[in-house]
């Protein structure tokens, strides 16, 4: 048991929750909390009310922003490029606009199909991608290559079927900076198969 009685310990248990951060760190950072009160503790739970009352799950794509529409799809600038990237999860889309992709827009689907862990098509948001789909000229998967998400692209790129004009999936193969000794086999094979003319 900590010593700093039941309202921090709570704390304690729930900020180890959070990724990156175990009971230690989570430790560490309540001492740190706790200790400057007046500079970090109120402000940090400020923001947290605040942060509470503001965020939204976008009704169209599924990001999460303080409107909904989020501001990604409230962009006219958006609509010119005619690409949606499909991505399992809001991090992957952060993940894209971070790398600065451009002027695109998305769709989440909550997750990938996984029959071992009971996730299925009713699951995932598959239905309002189908209702989207009209809009835009080219649909590109952007899932994560694991068995789960390759699995996901097809059963998407199947109940797609004709109402997308082109559907494409994210290269798979020699990371950027990687050393071709230290890929794996499949990875290495799979890069030869998707290799581009220079
Ligand atoms: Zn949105």
Redesign the pocket.
């Known amino acids: 048991m900590a010593s700093g009685g039941p309202e921090i310990e709570q704390l304690i248990q729930l900020l180890a929750r959070l990724p990156g951060l175990g009971p230690r760190s989570a430790r560490r950072a309540v001492l740190q909390l706790v200790k400057k009160k007046e500079q970090l503790m109120i402000p940090l739970s400020a923001a947290l009310d605040r942060a509470v009352a503001a965020v939204r799950t976008?009704e169209?794509?599924?990001?999460i922003?303080t409107m909904s529409?989020?501001s990604?799809?409230a962009d006219p600038r958006r609509n010119e490029s005619g690409m949606l990237i499909v991505v399992e999860d809001v991090a992957d889309l952060w993940a894209l606009e971070r790398a600065g992709v451009g002027a695109v827009k998305?769709h989440v689907l909550g997750g990938v199909l996984s029959p071992l862990d009971g996730v299925g098509p009713d699951d995932i948001s598959v239905d309002a991608l189908l209702g989207r789909v009209h809009e835009f000229s080219e649909i590109v998967l952007a899932v994560n290559a694991t068995v789960e998400g390759q699995t996901t692209a097809h059963y998407i790129t199947d109940r797609l079927g004709d109402a997308a004009p082109k559907v494409t999936r994210l290269a798979h193969g020699v990371p950027v900076g990687g050393e071709l000794d230290y890929l794996d086999e499949g990875t290495l094979s799979q890069a030869l198969r998707a290799r581009t003319q220079i």
């Open positions: 976008c169209v794509c599924g990001n922003d529409p989020c990604i799809c998305y």
